[in-house]
């Protein structure tokens, strides 16, 4: 076996972990694919020149590494609506998409890799994914950024991170120390994004489906906190506090009985759904992405993501109806 067959041979078991990776570094799940891309092909052609000194895994991280690192030169940080303004009146036309803001993405939970292990590593992996944290993140210098992801949640030692990104031990430990008191200031405290207890969310869940599928606002409003927000990138309009959430979806969204069809997905470790939209032949069809953010048994948070390019790197169907179909066979 020659030495690219065997790299074509091993290197796809690292595939996921690199794409959570990148994914991390950019809040983009489209640039993260091609940024994989990217790393597998400089890995394809210097293969030949890899001595062996770290072990691939590590060899591939930092390929992706400094692929992150050059992409991010020259691009802007990807943002929520939230990070820009303030909230809007909820009767007042939405303000139009922005072009040269770049939006952050939800990802799936197929990428957090098997729930399976070290416990404290699942904890510190999921919560490094959920996406108030992956917007954090990209309020932090790009260096700083990828020592925190390599330090904190892969756990690679110091000296590993340091010959990684060509720098020394004291400039890691610098940077890790400065990235953590960033985002200290930034991320949710743990027990605002704490999850309900798996019955109680289930429950939770059905109820904003029959609320969303029925136009059932009274019902919407009783799932709230009294501090809700409600986002739809790539719009930059969005809404503050629990009567105004429901005040904008009943007067801009929920307007029609069926026009909507949730599907239950999971994205950044949280519970979310792929909505699908009626359209002028009577099927739904793929409309947008929504991550739910729960506290205390209520929802804090509904993240809307209106880019049907979505669906493909959830493995979603066309339909919704093909989307039943499937979800009943497996």
Not at 62 to 72: E, K, P, Q
Not at 286 to 314: C, E, K, M, Q, Y
Request: hydrophobic residues 40%.
């Amino acid at each position: 076996m020659t030495e690219r067959e065997d790299f074509a041979r091993v290197h796809d078991r690292y595939r996921t972990e690199l794409l959570a990776h990148c994914y991390r570094m950019l809040g983009s799940i489209h640039d993260a694919e091609d940024l994989v891309q990217e790393t597998y092909l400089r890995a394809w052609r210097s293969y030949e020149t890899f001595e062996g000194r770290s072990s691939l895994r590590t060899w591939l991280y930092r390929i992706a590494t400094n692929v992150c690192l050059t992409a991010l030169e020259h691009r802007d940080r990807r943002l929520l609506p939230t990070g820009l303004g303030t909230p809007a009146a909820p009767e007042t036309p939405l303000v139009p998409p922005t072009p040269e803001i770049g939006w952050l993405q939800p990802a799936p939970d197929a990428l957090l890799g098997p729930r399976h292990g070290d416990p404290a590593t699942i904890v510190a992996t999921r919560s490094s994914f959920r996406l108030a944290m992956i917007a954090a993140l990209q309020f932090l210098p790009a260096r700083q950024r990828a020592v925190l992801i390599l330090r904190d949640v892969l756990a690679m030692p110091a000296g590993e991170v340091a010959d990684l990104l060509g720098t020394s031990v004291p400039a890691v430990k610098s940077a890790l120390q400065r990235a953590r008191g960033q985002l200290e200031r930034l991320a949710p405290a743990e027990e605002e994004v704490r999850d309900s207890v798996a019955s109680e969310q289930r429950e939770l869940l059905d109820r904003y489906v029959t609320a969303f599928e029925n136009t059932d606002i009274k019902l919407l409003l009783e799932l709230l906190t009294d501090d809700a927000v409600a986002e739809m990138p790539p719009y930059p309009s969005w809404f503050a506090g629990r009567e105004e959430v429901a005040r904008f979806f009943a007067a801009q969204v929920l307007v029609e009985p069926g026009r909507y069809r949730l599907a239950p997905v999971r994205a950044n470790g949280q519970p979310a759904f792929a909505l699908y939209r009626r359209g002028d032949d009577g099927g739904h069809h793929p409309h947008s992405i929504t991550v739910l953010t729960l506290a205390g048994g209520r929802i804090s948070r509904i993240s809307g993501f209106l880019d049907p390019g979505l669906f493909g790197p959830f493995g979603l169907a066309p339909t919704y109806a093909e989307q039943v179909a499937a979800a009943a066979t497996t």
